[in-house]
Nanobody
């Protein structure tokens, strides 16, 4: 059974940092892109960042560029999202997701192309 389990969410003040983790299990993910999405209250879920297991290539939404860093640890089958310079508008539930490389474009950020999803972790940034 495939599982993506997020952790590391919580509270931060504006300007602070948080590091999210996503532990993946249940299958080999070498042929997958691993992405982070977020859903703010009253808004649709939105793409944040994506990484390729194979070579560590990354792509970010404009809102994340320069502040967030996605990374992976192949040995631990885990993906991370380091979030710096947090803003109140970063408040959201953050989701880890996996998309098969044969069924999506690396740069698409399209939610419906992601096959597996975690349960989400809440991030709240106060001003």
């Amino acid at each position: 059974q495939v599982q993506l389990v997020e952790s590391g969410g919580g509270f931060a003040q504006a300007g602070g940092s948080l590091r999210l983790s996503c532990a993946a299990s249940g299958r080999t993910f070498s042929n997958y892109y691993m992405g982070w999405f977020r859903q703010a209250p009253g808004k649709e879920r939105a793409f944040v960042a994506v990484i390729r297991w194979s070579d560590g290539g990354t792509h970010y939404a404009d809102s994340a560029k320069g502040r967030f860093t996605i990374s992976r640890d192949n040995a631990k089958n885990s993906v991370y999202l380091q979030m710096n310079s947090l803003k109140p508008e970063d408040t959201a539930v953050y989701y880890c997701a996996a998309a098969n490389v044969d069924r999506t474009s690396f740069y698409s950020g399209r939610e419906y192309e992601y096959e597996y999803w975690g349960q989400g972790t809440q991030v709240t940034v106060s001003s």
